[in-house]
């Protein structure tokens, strides 16, 4: 994971004056770290899985994270996404981001009722889009088993 955490960058005042943003997007160019991002991931989430329903990526960097790992695991990957880019019937919620108002839908037939998930991002920054997330799954009737935001401690 060291390599990982060397991959990340951080740049002053983006996209706004007063925003630190961690770019993760030099570990995604490096299969090595990429694939050591996804093992630990995997080693983490594995005591879950018996009780897994699926792994809910948060767009859009966290779909880089779930979508893959859920088919290493071989578990459903279930999108939450902004607005507009999802057919069909949805939930949705609005939330509040580091640098202004955002909303997130999920398709209301990808989540099953009474069953539990795992929601995967990328980084925390308010905590705005996790309370968001887990909101929406239990909207849906679903709870959060675990929450994962894996480069946010590097």
């Known amino acids: 994971m060291d390599r990982v955490k060397d991959l990340v960058a951080t740049f ?3 996209p706004k004056k007063g925003v630190q943003f961690r770019d993760i997007m030099p570990v995604f160019r490096d299969p090595q770290a990429y694939a050591a991002l996804l093992t630990e991931l995997e080693r983490q989430i594995t005591p879950l899985a018996s009780d897994c329903a ?3 990526g948060v767009e859009s ?3 880089l994270l779930a979508a893959p790992l859920a088919a290493r695991m071989g578990l459903p990957f279930i999108p939450v996404r902004k607005p507009g880019k999802l057919p069909g019937n949805t939930y949705r919620r609005s939330f509040d981001l580091e640098y202004g108002k955002d909303v997130l839908e999920v398709q209301v037939d990808s ?3 009474g069953r539990s998930y795992v ?3 990328d980084l925390l920054a308010t905590g705005g889009t996790l309370r968001a997330a887990c909101d929406l799954i ?3 009737g679903a709870t ?3 929450r994962g935001y894996p480069l946010h401690r590097l």
Do not use: N, P
């Open 111 to 113: 989540i099953e009722k």
């Open 144 to 146: 959060v088993i675990s």
């Open 119 to 121: 929601i995967l991002d």
């Open 138 to 140: 239990q909207d849906c």
């Open 12 to 14: 002053s005042d983006f």
């Open 61 to 63: 960097r966290g779909f």
């Open 54 to 56: 699926g792994l809910i």
